[in-house]
């Protein structure tokens, strides 16, 4: 899953990009409301952290205009802000959620996955697959009774790819939705990762769950 972090403050932002890193978001973070607006627009995000009190745009207004020109990213909105028209304000913007400063990283994270299952398309607190079972809120991914080891990055995209069962997903969405903006490298870095993915998680089982789409993608199958 891929995060846009918009916060003036350095420190938080820093703060809060490592610690959704550590769990295996990507994240990309814009400093004002104009860059963020510009990366909100031109990349595609699963959900955006965004600060009420920002310089060039402010989070209301930012808000406001993503939804206005029909982007529909879930937005957790943060403010220093406090009372009952504050919220109102970022929820009437078009904010999903609010968070007043200071907040526990432990209760962020909470609600930018509610937030992110409730974003396009089912997303269920455990993501079943046949005999596979995968609980992003705990990190654990089963096979059967047997639970299998998994990197952070190797979590986000089996993550993805079930999220979408059944449906190809090319190497550039990977790309796109689970590493930053920042990421230069080759997009066989996909390729390494569903390697990795296979030999732990298909392999000893005898299944082939992970799936190559010729020419489109990967996809992943319960059924084979």
Known sequence: ??????????????TVKRGLEHEGYAVDVALDGTDGRWMATEQ????????VML????GYKLC??????????PILMLTAK???YDEAEALDTGADDFLSKPFSFVVLLARLRALLRRGQGERPAII????????????????????????PREFAVLEYLARRAGSAVSKREL???????????DDNIVEVYVRRL????????????IQTVRGAGYRVDADA
């Not at 891929?2 to 938080?12: N, P, Q, S």
């Open 128 to 151: 079943e697959i046949g005999d596979l079972r995968i609980n992003p809120a705990a990190h654990r991914c089963l096979r059967g009774d047997a639970e299998i080891s998994l990197s």
């Open 82 to 84: 406090r009372g009952e």
């Open 64 to 73: 406001a205009a993503l939804r206005e020109a029909g982007n529909w990213t």
């Open 1 to 14: 899953m891929k995060i846009l972090i918009v916060e003036d403050d350095k420190r938080l932002a820093a």
């Open 175 to 185: 790309l796109e939705h689970v590493w930053d903006f920042a990421f230069e490298g």
């Open 198 to 209: 296979r030999r732990k998680v298909d392999e000893p089982f005898d299944r082939a769950t």
């Open 44 to 51: 595609e995000y699963d959900a955006i952290v965004l600060d």
């Open 55 to 58: 310089p060039g745009l402010n």
